[in-house]
């Protein structure tokens, strides 16, 4: 059944129209402009540790020792029950955020999740389908296709029978956009502005809380004996996103390697093909370089053609169940003259290290939780090459972004 009427125990904070959710800690502040030495996309790249832990603290609280935090429980009790499948609305990077979710909520919480962009959504819509969550994301919250699919949902669903009345919960850093007004359930991913047109810390921290949704969906279904070392992984994320920002010189050289470079590969698997995705998308809007993301199987099914010594191949490749598949891509594109850069975690860096001619060393992590550390290389390397490139790595040419 879909839900109607607001629970009395739901905290204000968590239903429409609007969400007061605050940090517990203040946003991090930016500077007036990004004249002279600094850019936005750098300093939002480098806030991600305070932004992910500000998010953390806010929705867990500072101890995190709670099973459930009290604002996904609200949450949880408008859910249409039983809740069957997960409609997943967004566009650009905030679509990317959606589909490493969309692997949450059907490896850990078994739902089936679908994921279109609100431009295709508008074209060909879901299947209505009974007890469904629809999940709009945006950052800004006023991009106008995200907008009007999700209206679009709610108008069909409307005066059908109760399962299949809407239930639209929307992820956004701005809690009093357009967006909000239109859904039940707001969650705010409690960011702090971001001027830069590339999303950085508003993607690492829609992933947050995207995480913590998949949790409280799992609840049921995880043994206490994965659902606290989950929460407890998660706290070591700000630590481990300062230990990757460290790695900046390491990137700066590659950056400095490859800032000629027309075209550009990455490779990933499992979870982190939505961070190739979203790495070509990085590239290509701050640097202008052709960069594509595929599912590494994919890539050999026809575009491995593209190969030679000029087109690097960037392979995300952290520890995990799907390491040794990739790995062996990785052995096929070098062996078509492809020189291969591999983000590795420091579980299988010494493995590693002589197929690759250069690797990024990650903290070791968890494959499921990768993407929010394997995202941050390839932020840095698009934001080094626009740099070394002179461009306008804030305001790259032809996109606009809602300040709101
Ligand atoms: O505000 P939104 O998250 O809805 O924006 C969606 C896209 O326009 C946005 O993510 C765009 O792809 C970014 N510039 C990517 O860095």
Redesign the pocket.
């Known amino acids: 059944m879909g839900h109607t009427g607001e629970a009395s125990f739901i905290p204000a904070a968590i239903v429409k129209p609007t969400s007061d959710l605050k940090p517990t800690h203040s946003a991090p502040s930016i500077p007036a402009d990004s004249r002279g030495q600094g850019h936005y996309m750098l300093q939002e790249i480098q806030q991600q540790p305070e932004v992910i832990h500000t998010c953390l603290t806010t929705y867990l609280g500072e101890s995190a020792a709670c099973f459930l935090p009290p604002v996904l429980m609200a949450l949880r009790d408008r859910l249409p029950v039983p809740l069957q499948e997960i409609h997943i609305i967004?566009?650009?990077?905030?679509r990317h955020a959606g589909l490493v979710a969309q692997f949450w909520f059907e490896q850990l919480a078994g739902i089936p999740t679908r994921i279109r962009s609100g431009s295709a959504f508008l074209e060909a819509p879901f299947p209505l389908t009974p007890h469904t969550l629809t999940i709009g994301?945006?950052?800004?919250g006023?991009?106008a296709d995200?907008l009007q699919a999700l209206a679009l949902d709610q108008q069909r669903r409307a005066g059908r029978s109760p399962e299949l009345q809407a239930c639209l919960v929307g992820i956004t850093n701005h809690a009093n956009s357009s967006l909000a007004q239109q859904v039940d359930v707001l969650l705010p991913t409690l960011a702090g502005l971001e001027v830069g047109?590339?999303?950085t810390k508003?993607f690492t921290s829609q992933l947050v809380v995207f995480y913590l949704v998949a949790l409280m969906l799992a609840e049921q279904r995880l043994e206490r004996d994965r659902f606290t070392p989950a929460l407890t992984a998660l706290q070591q994320l700000p630590t481990q996103v300062q230990q990757v920002l460290q790695q900046a010189p390491a990137i700066q050289s590659l950056a400095t390697q490859w800032r000629d470079a027309s075209h550009c590969i990455l490779l990933g698997r499992g979870i982190n093909r939505a961070i190739a995705l979203e790495g070509a998308?990085?590239l290509k809007?701050t640097t202008y370089l052709h960069a594509e993301g595929y599912a590494a199987g994919e890539f050999m099914h026809g575009p491995i053609a593209l190969l030679d010594e000029r087109v690097p191949v960037i392979a995300i490749a952290p520890a995990g169940k799907t390491q040794a598949a990739l790995l062996t891509n990785v052995q096929k594109a070098k062996s078509h003259g492809a020189p291969v850069i591999g983000i590795v975690t420091r579980d299988n860096a010494n493995a590693t290290e002589r197929l690759f001619d250069t690797q990024i060393v990650l903290p070791a992590i968890d494959e499921i939780l990768s993407p929010l550390l394997t995202v941050i290389p390839l932020q840095l390397l698009a934001y080094y090459i626009a740099v070394l490139r002179g461009l306008n790595v804030d305001r790259p040419r032809n996109?606009t972004?809602?300040l709101v």
Do not use: F, P, R
């Open positions: 967004a566009s650009g990077t905030s994301v945006t950052q800004s006023e991009t995200t047109v590339a999303a508003t998308l990085k809007e996109i972004k809602t």
